[in-house]
């Protein structure tokens, strides 16, 4: 109960890890942050060397379907938002939060989450780097979910996405005995924004979805998993991975005012959106400096009202791998 207060007193329970039964790791240890960033700066050539290819190989497609299409707009020679992209990686840890809304029974392996729901499409591209080495890391599976345009999550659409969790919590008589992972919260069976595909033999994967909205006292944010070692069984369901990495990748602050003053997240007006700046996890997650916003650029090179792709690369810390299973839903 006490722990139950003091993550709620600091506003951190939606994000922060409980991650073991009795509440220990609670946080990151300082040693594993600098750790984290250690490796983040010994690989930033490798980092901005892979973001370049991508971005070229991006930038090359987007000319030739311009020429194809009669398309209006300019092509551009040289990539207008080179600079934006950052020799910096993510690194991502198995003892970060996962949150109160995994839920591995709706993970869906596909390319493309989005199932209907309306926003402003977004291409996740995911560059993953072996941070022993310095290299790409191939057939690592990638597991994304994230709120929708209005801050619900598929599989708990009944939690209102307005309502403090601790008053969710207490609502549903449930408040020392909650743990993350553990308690089941979950309201139905919907798999919306929630998907997972692994990485090819140059360490890069692609996930179509919609930018997230955002929710009661949390900045937008998507979560992500990555799993070196797991099973597609033959009825498509995956059965088992080690899980090398939690994490929380975000939005630059400039780039959610602008998407979130568009319909529908303009619509989402209960509450008001928590910024990077206020939320709690953010800190911890940029602490050290490596660095979790996405790279994002708009998709058609105008207008980011028409979709926009993500650029982020993240780093396995392959020697700090935590054996443990998912099971996800079967291929669709
Ligand atoms: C960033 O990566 C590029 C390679 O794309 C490299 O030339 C540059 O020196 C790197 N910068 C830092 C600070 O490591
Ligand atoms: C491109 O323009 C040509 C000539 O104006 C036209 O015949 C063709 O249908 C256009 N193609 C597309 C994909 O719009
Ligand atoms: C988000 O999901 C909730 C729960 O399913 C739904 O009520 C809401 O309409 C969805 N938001 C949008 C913008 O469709
Ligand atoms: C919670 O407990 C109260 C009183 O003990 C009870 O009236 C209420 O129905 C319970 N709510 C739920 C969702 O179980
Ligand atoms: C799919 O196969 C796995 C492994 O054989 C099995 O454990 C699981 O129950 C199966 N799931 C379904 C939905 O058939
Ligand atoms: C967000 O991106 C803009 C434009 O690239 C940049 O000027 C600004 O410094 C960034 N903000 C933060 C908080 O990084
Ligand atoms: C949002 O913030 C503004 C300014 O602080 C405040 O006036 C308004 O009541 C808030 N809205 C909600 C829904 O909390």
């Known amino acids: 109960m006490q722990l139950l207060q003091t993550l709620l007193a600091a506003g951190l329970l939606a994000s922060t890890a409980v991650a073991h039964p009795g509440g220990h790791d609670v946080l990151p240890s300082m040693s594993d942050i600098q750790r984290r960033s250690g490796l983040a700066k010994r690989c930033a050539g490798a980092v901005g060397e892979m973001n370049r290819k991508r971005w070229a190989k991006r930038q090359a497609k987007r000319g030739l379907e311009a020429r194809a299409g009669n398309a209006t707009f300019e092509i551009a020679t040289e990539a207008p938002y080179y600079d934006v992209l950052q ?21 869906t392996l596909r390319q493309d989450m989005t199932e209907g729901q309306p926003g402003i499409p977004m291409t996740l591209d ?15 599976l990638m ?14 659409t009944k939690l209102s996405p307005n309502t403090a969790f601790a008053d969710l919590l207490e609502a549903m008589n449930i408040t020392d005995s909650f743990e993350i992972g553990v308690t089941d919260l979950h309201t139905d069976d919907t798999t919306f924004l929630r998907g997972m595909w692994p990485t090819d033999s140059n360490g890069m994967m692609e996930m179509k979805t919609i930018v997230p909205g955002f929710y009661i006292q949390r900045s937008i944010h998507i979560h992500v998993e990555a799993h070196t070692d797991w099973v597609l069984a033959p009825n498509g369901t995956i059965s088992s991975g080690n899980r090398v990495s939690t994490g929380q990748i975000y939005i630059n602050e400039t780039l959610s005012q602008q998407l979130m003053a ?40 105008v207008d980011v009202a028409n979709g926009v792709i993500g650029y982020i690369t993240i780093g396995i810390d392959t020697t700090d791998i935590q054996t443990g299973s998912i099971s996800g839903a079967p291929a669709s």
């Not at 993953?128 to 790409?136: N, Q, S």
């Not at 597991?143 to 708990?156: E, L, M, Q, R, V």
């Not at 940029?286 to 998709?299: H, K, L, Q, R, S």
């Open 143 to 156: 597991d994304f979910w994230h709120c929708n345009a209005t801050g619900s999550y598929s599989s708990f």
């Open 87 to 107: 020799n910096d990686t993510c690194v991502l840890a198995p003892t970060v939060t996962e949150g109160p809304y995994v839920w591995p029974r709706s993970q």
């Open 126 to 140: 995911v560059g993953v780097l072996d941070m022993a080495t310095c290299e790409p890391l191939e057939n690592v």
């Open 262 to 301: 568009l319909e529908p997240y303009v619509s989402h007006t209960q509450i008001n959106r928590t910024t990077n700046d206020e939320d709690s996890v953010f800190d911890q997650d940029t602490v050290g400096g490596y660095n979790p916003v996405i790279d994002f650029v708009a998709e058609d090179g």
